[in-house]
């Protein structure tokens, strides 16, 4: 089992900058493919940004390419998402989750930290 507790969430203007942060614990992670997904009031869940358990490899949505950026520190048990250049259609419930079998399926989830980006 693993278990994921997300930061790094607030209120900021547009134009701003956050940094999430997710932190893993319980079975070793550090074979696991990771990824961020988003929740906004009235909307279905949506893909962000993922990273590969070698950490070589990201794939982004294209609403934030160019100003996300994720990464994974395997030492701290760690992926982070620096958001950039934030939106007010950033504004949503963002939740880190672990593939276990790096097959896509997302297979354990944090609560999810609330982020909101006034215009």
């Known amino acids: 089992q693993v278990q994921l507790v997300e930061s790094g969430g607030g209120l900021v203007q547009a134009g701003g900058s956050l940094r999430l942060s997710c932190a893993a614990s319980?079975?070793?992670?550090?074979?696991?493919?990771m990824g961020w997904f988003r929740q906004a009031p009235g909307k279905e869940r949506e893909f962000v940004a993922a990273i590969s358990w070698t950490g070589r490899s990201t794939t982004y949505a294209d609403s934030v390419k160019g100003r996300f950026t994720i990464s994974r520190d395997i030492a701290k048990n760690t992926v982070n998402l620096q958001m950039n250049s934030l939106k007010a259609e950033d504004t949503a419930v963002y939740s880190c989750?672990?593939?276990?079998?790096?097959?896509?399926?997302?297979?354990?989830w944090g609560q999810g930290t609330q982020v909101t980006v006034s215009s």
């Open positions: 319980g079975r070793t992670f550090r074979n696991y493919g």
């Open positions: 989750a672990a593939d276990p079998n790096t097959d896509g399926l997302y297979r354990y």
